[in-house]
């Protein structure tokens, strides 16, 4: 063998040798050099290169945190394969690039991460070298594969830990020419099935691409973990899928514009309690355009099948601020300084360009469950077949309607149509109709209120409301039919219901309110139910208080006159003008079925004695000398001084000198008795089966001090025995 074939062969093996061992020594030299070839200390089992196929396998590598002690990543497997041939047409190419087993801890604590050295190392600025003449490339890479990968993320501020669990995906293929116009497509299905697609084309020259982004039937659970970082929830469900079209220039990329559509099924999330709250069969989004650099947000529609939800509401807040965090409180606004209406609105006009639109909002067999305890009992009503829709709705509309319906704890119906300015929501007018609706679904309110329950009853609303520059005009329409209700005085009003409907009941026993409510709502001390229920309670408390107001239209009559009947302290007997009064109270006792009418008698007894005294003065008078006293009160003055043989004159001196006590006492009784008598007589010959009852009041009333003889006229409603033995 000559010299020179046994050189080649020593150096043909050295090369070998060389090579076979290269890839431990490159190891070796890593390991001990990480921290100045990539920030940390790094740690790998084996490296293998394949010189034949240029394929390199790594194993078991892994990378430290600060501390050399802790783990900040690592992998299982790394093989990457490549076509190192291809570099002669100024492409750089990649057959393979497999990774398994990755794993990646990332910490965050006080705004900082366990990763802020690794950046900071690599942002160290480098010797710069001219770049100038440098040779564009193409690049090929194929088989991309990401297999089983774990993400923590430790969030100590806190105490949570994220955790994606086994994450792969597989990209066949990412071409790229930095001088021709260049497709970038890749696929990966998602670990609980469905998958993610993306086709993305860009010219490297002017920096315009376009990009297609589908995600077919992702899975919401995974995401439960960053929801519940925002919200008090157990679960989150739902599998989404999406068609996002994104047209740009990667230059300014953050002008691109976003269109494509959106879509939710089987939403669910359910609270702390495992109750659900929020659900959808379905939510259809369509974006029409979604443009971030100026502000504009436009979505063709809107549409939601089969929502739920469940809202529960205490006397300070409701189960959707308790679950969301939302806290009611605000910021005092800082003293000497208002900010009014018209100061705010200008504000959002002249500052904010924003533009958002919904072309078309719909909402299909919704399903709403209200509770409360806000009277301290359990509140409960289910709301079902709510439908929404709306034609349009953007903010600069100057006027938007929408329309509503549903069905009532599965009887009454509701309609409404809502009007307003989306730039000034204190400009707006709601209808609203209500028919069917059982009043006994809200006897708890009604107890709580009133002070009474209601039993039975068809009640039907109609209100039309007109806000402007926050001040409320709302004409409401009350019908109530076959209305009943019981006793109980706990309520917050203890308003007397029974006997004010009783009242307010037509002949065919149907009560109709109408009820009008004003209001600044910009007032803070203005609330609408409050202003509501005060209304109805001063139309209750007048009903109850002064039911003659109601009652005197039955017959046509001035209220005013059907208080009281007046007399004179000698009269037995009533007037004409006051026997059509009586006969009037007949009429409205007729019209009433069940009305309790009372005539109780009240007098001031001195007064009266002082009248009779003076006038049976006058007839002694009148008998001696025939005149009338009244019209000759100087002969009548000097007539009882006469009499009483006295200079001046005293009326009860007199009337204790010629006039027994005992005789004018009696006179009082019995002017007083027939007047009764006379009053009951004419009345039960007029109608045999009246229950108008007449008496006298106790002489101990207070009303009776310095009263006319008269009888006060009140109404009640009589008791269920009277009433049946008609």
Known sequence: MSRRKKILIILFLTIVVLLFFLPTIIKGYIIKNSKELV????????????????TIKVYDFQMFEQNDKDIFTSFDTLIINLEPYKLISNTKALEQFYLQGLMVRTVMKDSTFNFDDLIAYHNTPKDSVSTENEETFKYMLSNLELKDANFFFDNQDINHITHIEDFSFFIPFIGWDQEEKSNADLKFNFKNGGYLESKLNIDP???DYDSDITINNLNLEPFYEYAAQYAEINTLRGNLNSKIKIVGNTNEAVKSIVSGHVDVH??????NQDKEFLKANRVDCSLK???YTNSSYELDSLNVYQPYVYFEMDSITNNFFQIFKIDQTEEPTPQGYQITEADSTSTINEDSNLYYAIN??????????????????????????IKMDSDGFSSNAEWVNMYSDMLLNERGTLNAKLGFNPLDYNNLKLDLVIENFLLSDINIYSQYYTG??????????????????GNIESENNLLVKNVEVKNNKNGLFSLPLKFALFILKDKNGDVNLEIPVRGNLNDPEISIGKIVWTTFKRKITGAATNPVNSLAMLVDVDPKDYQELVFNYRDTIPSEEQFLKLDKLLEIESKKEGLKIELEHYVDKDLQKEAIALDQLGNMFYQETQKDYIKDEKDFAKYLKEKTQTDSLDIKKAVKQLLAPSTIDSLSIIINKKLLENTSNYLQTKNPETHISVFQSDGKEPDNKGSQSKFKIKFDMLNEEMTNEN
């Open 39 to 54: 920030g940390r200390q790094v740690a790998i089992e084996k490296l293998k290169y394949n010189y034949f196929t240029s």
């Open 289 to 291: 355009k979604i443009d």
């Open 360 to 385: 078309n909002i719909n909402i299909e067999e919704g399903v709403m469950d209200y509770s409360d305890n806000l009277t301290g009992e359990r509140f409960d009503y289910h709301l079902s077949k």
């Open 452 to 469: 009474h329950s209601i039993l039975v009853g068809d009640f039907y609303y109609y209100s039309s409301s007109v806000i402007t520059n």
């Open 205 to 207: 020259v002017s920096g």
């Open 266 to 271: 089987h939403f669910s999330m359910t609270d």
